[in-house]
């Protein structure tokens, strides 16, 4: 398999399978609590007035990694409740995250606090996080010990979620300059708030289908440096993208002021002169021009900005494809596991 | 035991030890992530600027009830975890809450999200949620099928919370006359929202200490009739109560219109010119003045509401009462525990 079409038909079929699961646990829920409509509109089973509909709920990339690599690795059927929590919890933070980004679309669809009020937003929310916990404990292929070892190293990635997101607000709130505006602080955020789940959901593959310590280790390391490659990649696309290819307008990262690696990298980078120019745009209170931002990007291109981030991307890449050589699978296997990469890096860039 | 007196001295006993499990499960959270030091702060265990502090925070009436029955029904050192992930969750609801609410103050301190925000306020939140899990299965003296059980319990209780502010959602949004404006409804949502995180408290006990399902159910029952009891005891002290004895302003509730059984029982009642002048009243638009509330006060001892909840809250007590005689305690901690009724009912109405 080395194609790109090749491995987005391979996640087709698992991503499906869990949206059957997904929709299965909506329609189970008491339809008189509208709270769990919400909750199945988000996820794309319901239309605003909460009628069944089937419209993209999102590519379910962390559960179907999990699905797939629970197949590979094991039994496919015992990984599905682990790779629904995963979609689950991701999904749960996507609600939240629209509150507190004060987002009103996501998906081309109306947010879920848009539609119903903030106060619904976060107690649907929480709903769907308390649904992570009743669907993990759903599944009865598992040994018990084994199911708790699961919850728990879930739930100590979830927190680190959460504590990503804490620095994220960090770096939202300082200035630029200020010494906690840092690669160190970007790192640790873009850890803890994408690479972990990621990280998370290929990990948990291999704790349910059994397989050594080391080998966990491995499919950790594959989804920590896949994740730490993509946020990376959509972080330069965000700057350099253009709305035609990814959704988003034109340098939008820049217009929000956003303290993304390129412009931590430029800014450690930067003469005295050039550093009091980026700190004059970054630290006004005055709305960014559209000529403000392309003087932001010459700032940046001055010092090779994206040469460099394309070597890190690469890097971080290369180092999830290591890791996916020490995982047990066949040459063949292996190589998909490559190919994901890849796939979901190519992704990004196309939007 | 048979003065409130004692059972508050009592209390004391357990709330302390999860006062102190409490206090170090927050120490052992990494200072620099300062979302820790919002929840240490609510929980009563760190000032607004985050140093170490102790002050009120809150009665721990759900967790210590629960591990004074973990106590007397099995061996109080398994009891600790899922003591504390009970009124990790019951804080966790109050920091969102507050948020939902709009409260500025609580305890007689500014709430997390006056103080820091309404994303800090959601996030810090979602973080505590998690903490209960993670509590929940440090846990390492009971047997893995019977964690997976409990967790499995409070997930489903704790989900009913969720319910039972949606429906409170549902009543605030809903004007008075509404169909779905009713007791039917007003108990839903209270059985929900408050009576069902006390009745797993005290249930879970008995799962921890391994008791029988039909001591089991009656733990359960005592809980929720107890839940449900207070519950009414409160809406009637938001009406009937002075600022002197409750800390809130007189006629709370019917200042803010609130949809609680007194007003529902007296609207069922009234001939349909007092309905009118109820439905006038709670149905405009303009800020009620105190002459307002008097008025709506006079409507409602009209038809004795007063009397009826006197009832009510009896009946639920003494339910709450007689389940208490299936647990199997001696007779003299069984007298405690209807004492508690008494006490805690009593509490609600000094405040």
Redesign the interface.
């Known amino acids: 398999m080395t194609s790109s079409a090749d491995v987005r038909a391979l996640f087709a079929q698992y991503s499906e399978e869990i949206d059957e699961y997904l929709k299965q646990l909506f329609l189970s829920k008491?339809s008189s609590?509208?709270?769990y409509g919400h909750l199945a509109y988000f996820m794309g089973f319901a239309d605003e007035d909460l009628r069944p509909q089937d419209i993209y709920g999102g590519k379910r990339f962390r559960s179907s990694l999990c699905l797939l690599l629970v197949d590979w690795l094991g039994e496919r059927s015992t990984g599905i409740e682990v790779a629904t929590a995963v979609e689950l919890f991701h999904n749960f933070t996507l609600i939240?995250d629209d509150?507190?980004d004060g987002d009103t679309l996501r998906r081309g669809r109306p947010t879920v606090w848009k539609l119903w009020g903030?106060?619904?937003a976060?107690?649907?929310g929480?709903?769907q996080?308390?649904?992570v916990?009743?669907v993990l404990?759903k599944n009865d292929k598992l040994?018990?010990?084994n199911?708790?070892a699961i919850?728990?190293f879930l739930?100590?990635q979830?927190?680190k979620v959460?504590?990503g997101?804490?620095?994220d607000?960090v770096l939202t709130e300082a200035k630029l300059g200020d010494s906690v505006v840092s690669e160190e602080t970007y790192y640790k955020m873009i850890e803890c708030k994408t690479a972990d789940l990621i990280a998370a959901a290929a990990k948990v593959a291999g704790m349910v289908a059994g397989v050594s310590e080391v080998e966990q280790e491995a499919l950790f390391q594959y989804g920590l440096n896949l994740g730490i490659a993509y946020q990376i990649c959509d972080d330069v696309v965000s700057i350099w993208g253009t709305s035609d290819n990814t959704g988003k307008r034109n340098y939008s990262d820049l217009l929000e002021r956003k303290k993304t690696l390129p412009i931590l990298y430029a800014y450690e980078k930067l003469s005295r002169k050039g550093k009091e120019k980026l700190l004059g745009y970054y630290n006004s209170g005055e709305e960014l021009s559209l000529e403000d931002v392309r003087e932001i990007v010459e700032l940046l291109e001055s010092v090779n900005v994206c040469e460099e981030m394309s070597r890190l991307i690469n890097r971080y890449a290369t180092l999830a494809k290591t890791s996916a050589e020490n995982i047990s699978l066949s040459e063949s296997k292996c190589n998909t596991l490559r190919n994901i990469v890849d796939t979901l890096l190519h992704g990004v860039k196309k939007g």
Chains 1, 2 share one sequence.
Do not use: G, R
Request: aromatic content about 10%; glycine content about 0%; hydrophobic content about 40%.
């Open positions: 008491e609590i509208e709270m939240h509150i507190v903030i106060p619904h976060i107690n649907s929480d709903a996080l308390l649904m916990y009743e404990q040994s018990a010990d199911k708790i919850s728990q739930t100590k979830y927190l959460a504590e997101q804490y620095l607000f």
